[in-house]
Structures are given as structure tokens and as C-alpha cells.
């Protein structure tokens, strides 16, 4: 593939080759109520949004009237939402069911993919505005942050549409994402903790509140499993001006101890946090990871740290060489650790602080 002077902070070129119709600005009917079923895929537009539509799986054991779970999972910067799906597969196959999104369906939950903003003339090549741009803060991740995309008021608008197709059970909205989509479920944690009972960022920590964001800090807290690795390349585990990608933009990325400290303040949560090894499955690839868990809290605030692992998703995709994203961690199984920490982390009325 030449050279292409744009950002794709993340999960990307491997990806954007292997895209369905459905990911290239094509326009979908609006989807209802009727249109969905146990087990059905779903790609509908978000109304008021041109050229962002979303992808949705339905539970095959789903009644068709009970109200679901769901996990809404965003790309990285420069993908989409087909790519948000194949980054977490362990062979970039999406039919494999240790993908996130068959393992997640089957465990009950709806899951939402959507697509962020693209970019002219390559629009599948798409990012979400996840704060920063100001007092010598990254801009992440480029286009959409520069544009000032109102991410909040799609947010909410995608909500209201997935709403209209199934019913949802307010006390189990959960996010993830990796890199800018991982950033983005920070801010969105922020901005609708009424909203998000749990989310789980991938790589991405929260920009938009180190560049000088509101985090509310009142209603009921949200829980938080942050992922990240220490050998990152291109979110480092540190506040670094570091990147991977050329074009990126400049200024500093926020750091994952930053990050945890503020929504260790936010949800009460004791300072020092209980340390716990997580199984190393494969013991001779130099990468271990540890579950950093705080006590105390009005809503879990958890960190798996992966040490020596790269700019990727646990168990997932090598998207591109481990020359630029660092190594993929496969010693634990990371969609399942996602899957199960939302399981065990609805809404509560004892999570208010």
C-alpha cells in the first residue's frame, strides 16, 4: 500500500482491505422496532448524522422482549466500525467465535459498533473527537478533534436510535474501544455517567479530561476497567508527545496513572490499589499483565497493566508489524475478561457518590 500522509492512530490498514458496503458511506433505512430479531445483524444510520451508521448484534437467546444489555465498542483513529470488530478477533477472522462480538452476544448483550467521523477523500478512514487540541494537549485523534465534531450530541443521538430498535436495560450500558475509541468511552463516562454503567478503554486514556474537560462528578459512578500496555508505541503508558503514526498531529498524550487517579478521586475509591497476577499463558513471550484493583470505591476503578505489551487489543488482531504497534498479549483472554467485568458491573442505586 503508498504511503498515505493521514492519520490512523490505531486498528487500520490491515482492516479498511476488508470492509463491507455497508462500511463505505453507504445509507441504510431507518431501523425500528420490527426490524429487530434473535440473532439478527442490523446495520442502521444514526438519524441527523450523514454517513455514520452503526452496526448492531442481536442475542440469538434474546426473547424478544426483555430488555438487553448492551456494549457499545469503538474503533481506533483511522478506522470504522468493521474494523472495530476484526481488532478483536485473535485472527482477524469475525467469524471466530473468540471475537468480541459473538462472545459478547452470546454472554446476552446487544453490541453496538458505530462509525466515527471520516475524513475527505477516504472516508472510511475515520476518527472520533475525544477532547484535547488546547494547552499543548494532543488533539486526539486529529480530524474530527480539529473539527470540533459535537461527539456528545452523537452520542446521545446513537443512543436514542439503538433504543428504538430494542429495548434497553438503562442499568447495563457499557463502552469500549481501543486508542481514540478507548479515549472516547473515557469522555463519554464523563460527560453521561447517568448514561454508562461500566466501560472497559482499550489503549486510549482520558484525554479529555487531562486537556482541561469536565468529568461530573455527581449521580451515580461509573465503573472502570482500563487496558493499556507498557510498551505502547503509540499511546504510551506515560504522558508522551510520542506516536506511531505519521500525521498524527502534535501534543501530549494523557498517561494511564493520571488517568486511574482521577477516577480513583472521582468514585471515593481508598489509594492504594490490590495488585493481582493474571494468568501468563504464554510464559516466554516476555509479557506478564497484573490486575490493579482500588478498594473502596462507589463504582470499581480497575487497571490491567500489560507489561511488554504493545498498541493492540488483549488476544486480538496483530494489525500491523510489531515494529509499530508493539506485541499483542495472549496470555489471557481479553475478551472474555471485558465481557465478564460488564457482567458484573450494572448500574446500582449504592454506586452514587
Same mark, same amino acid.
Given at each position: ?33 420490527? !426490524? ?35 456494549? %457499545? =465498542? ?9 474494523? =472495530? ?24 448483550? =446487544?453490541?453496538?459498533?458505530? #462509525? ?37 450530541? %452523537?452520542?446521545? #443521538? ?125 510464559? !516466554? ?14 463504582? !470499581? ?5 500489560? !507489561? ?8 486480538? %488482531?496483530? %494489525? ?34
Amino acid at each position: 500500500m503508498p504511503h498515505v500522509r493521514l492519520l490512523f492512530l490505531t486498528p487500520v490498514l490491515a482492516t479498511v482491505l476488508a470492509l463491507s458496503p455497508a462500511a463505505c458511506g453507504f445509507q441504510f433505512e431507518p431501523c425500528g422496532p420490527g !426490524d429487530a430479531a434473535p440473532g439478527k445483524h442490523l446495520e442502521c444510520p444514526v438519524p441527523g448524522h450523514t454517513d455514520r451508521a452503526f452496526d448492531l448484534h442481536v442475542p440469538a437467546g434474546w426473547d424478544g422482549v426483555a430488555p438487553l444489555p448492551v456494549i %457499545y =465498542a469503538f474503533h481506533g483513529g483511522g478506522g470504522n466500525r468493521a474494523a =472495530a470488530a476484526r481488532v478483536t478477533c485473535p485472527d482477524g477472522d469475525r467469524s471466530n467465535p473468540a471475537c468480541l462480538v459473538p462472545m459478547a452476544t452470546a454472554a446476552g448483550f =446487544a453490541v453496538v459498533l458505530p #462509525d466515527g467521523t471520516g475524513s475527505r477523500p477516504m472516508r472510511n478512514l475515520r476518527t472520533w473527537n475525544a477532547g484535547g487540541g488546547r494547552g499543548g494537549w494532543n488533539c486526539t485523534s486529529g480530524p474530527a478533534c480539529r473539527a470540533g465534531v459535537d461527539e456528545l450530541k %452523537y452520542l446521545d #443521538d446513537l443512543h436514542a436510535a439503538v433504543g428504538r430498535v430494542i429495548p434497553l436495560d438503562p442499568a447495563r450500558v457499557h463502552a469500549t474501544g481501543i486508542s481514540n475509541g478507548g479515549a472516547l468511552s473515557h469522555r463519554w463516562a464523563c460527560e453521561r455517567p447517568d448514561v454508562l454503567a461500566s466501560i472497559a478503554p482499550v489503549g486510549g486514556a482520558n484525554q479529555f479530561e487531562a486537556a482541561g474537560g469536565t468529568c461530573l462528578a455527581t449521580g451515580p459512578a461509573v465503573a472502570v476497567l482500563h487496558v493499556h500496555g507498557t510498551a505502547d508505541p503509540c499511546w504510551r503508558y506515560e504522558a508522551s508527545t510520542d506516536s506511531c503514526i505519521e500525521g498524527e498531529g502534535v501534543g501530549v498524550k494523557a498517561g494511564v496513572d493520571e488517568t486511574m487517579e482521577a477516577w480513583r478521586q472521582r468514585n471515593g475509591c481508598d489509594p492504594d490499589p490490590a495488585a493481582a497476577a493474571l494468568p501468563d499463558g504464554v510464559p !516466554d513471550d516476555g509479557i506478564t499483565a497484573t490486575l490493579l484493583a482500588w478498594p473502596g470505591c462507589a463504582a !470499581d476503578v480497575s487497571l490491567v497493566r500489560i !507489561d511488554g505489551g504493545g498498541h493492540t487489543w488483549p488476544g486480538g %488482531y496483530a %494489525y500491523l508489524g510489531e515494529d509499530r504497534i508493539g506485541p499483542v498479549c495472549r496470555d489471557f483472554d481479553g475478551n472474555g475478561f471485558i465481557v465478564d467485568f460488564f457482567r458484573a458491573h450494572p448500574k446500582t442505586a449504592g454506586g452514587a457518590r
